[in-house]
Nanobody, 120 residues
Framework: QVQLVESGGGLVQPGGSLRLSCAAS????????MGWYRQAPGKQRELVAI???????KYADSVKGRFTISRDNAKNTVYLKMNSLNPEDTAVYYC??????????????WGQGTQVTVSS
């Protein structure tokens, strides 16, 4: 069982930045692929970024060049640094863990989500 706890969401103006964090339980975090997904009202949950156990990354086209996913295995934490935010980035952001560490697909474990609102 993996437990994920997100933090770092909030209200930010267009053009601003935020950094989301996701702390994971368990001693084999380094073996997991970790991802960030988001869900806006009335829309399906979509991939934002994934980082594999080998630190290979994949991004949605809409966030390439603006968002960066990273991980700190010593802290069992994955981060999402978001720059140049725009109102279309407004959503609940969810952390996801996949025990298949090489995979770019969503895993079975989800956090509770953190709200990101981009508005002036």
């Amino acid at each position: 069982q993996v437990q994920l706890v997100e933090s770092g969401g909030g209200l930010v103006q267009p053009g601003g930045s935020l950094r989301l964090s996701c702390a994971a339980s368990g001693s084999i975090f380094s073996r997991y692929a970790m991802g960030w997904y988001r869900q806006a009202p009335g829309k399906q949950r979509e991939l934002v970024a994934i980082i594999t156990s080998g630190s290979t990354t994949k991004y949605a086209d809409s966030v390439k060049g603006r968002f960066t996913i990273s991980r700190d295995n010593a802290k069992n934490t994955v981060y999402l640094k978001m720059n140049s935010l725009n109102p279309e980035d407004t959503a609940v952001y969810y952390c996801n863990a996949n025990t298949m560490g090489w995979s770019f697909t969503r895993g079975d474990y989800w956090g509770q989500g953190t709200q990101v609102t981009v508005s002036s």
